[in-house]
């Protein structure tokens, strides 16, 4: 999985990142070139998130132009998730019932989360949208679909999924036009 995900991503990101530092170098001023460095480099260990957050936070920085690096934050939580995530599970499969215990685990993390992005929506904007803490019950949402998926998909008949297909469908266009 990790491979895969390399392979996949890491040229374009390392591409992307050269190239706007390469660009940037030219046309921003040179009082900017450090932040760009700076960003350039949380980009590439995946915490620009957290350098996002913590710049919006500084009174001092909260008048900066967007990073050029901006678009990287939600890869950054998705790959801190990928990190954290199987230490998660490998303490939520080992006894008896694993699935129901990690479907358990799951759960408990995603309400934690949730009400952390409540909280941090409220006390730390910032935090509420960079981090992972308040973005995890997301992922987790999918986490437990993947883990009960088989049994849905076995007790809902062919009718009730093209139902669901026309309402998911319905929904993503609303979305677009709403």
Known sequence: ????????????????????????????SPLSHRDLANDALATSTYTINLRL?????????????????????SL????????????????????????RRAASVV???CVASLAASLVLTRSSP???????????????????????????EDRVDERAREAGRVVGLGLIVASMVG
């Open 1 to 28: 999985f990790y491979g895969r995900r390399a392979r996949r991503l890491l040229p374009v990101a390392a591409l992307v990142t050269v190239v706007t530092v390469a660009v940037g170098w030219v046309v921003l």
């Open 53 to 73: 957050a913590a710049q919006q936070l500084d009174y001092l920085r909260s008048s900066l132009a967007p990073s050029a690096f901006q678009q990287f934050w």
């Open 76 to 99: 950054a939580v998705e790959e801190q998730f990928y990190l954290v995530w199987p230490l998660v599970l490998v303490v939520a499969l080992r006894g008896s019932r694993p699935r």
């Open 107 to 109: 759960g408990a993390v």
């Open 126 to 152: 910032p935090w509420a949208f960079f981090s992972l803490g308040a973005r995890a019950w997301q992922l987790g949402a999918g986490a437990l679909l993947a883990l009960g998926w088989s049994t849905v």
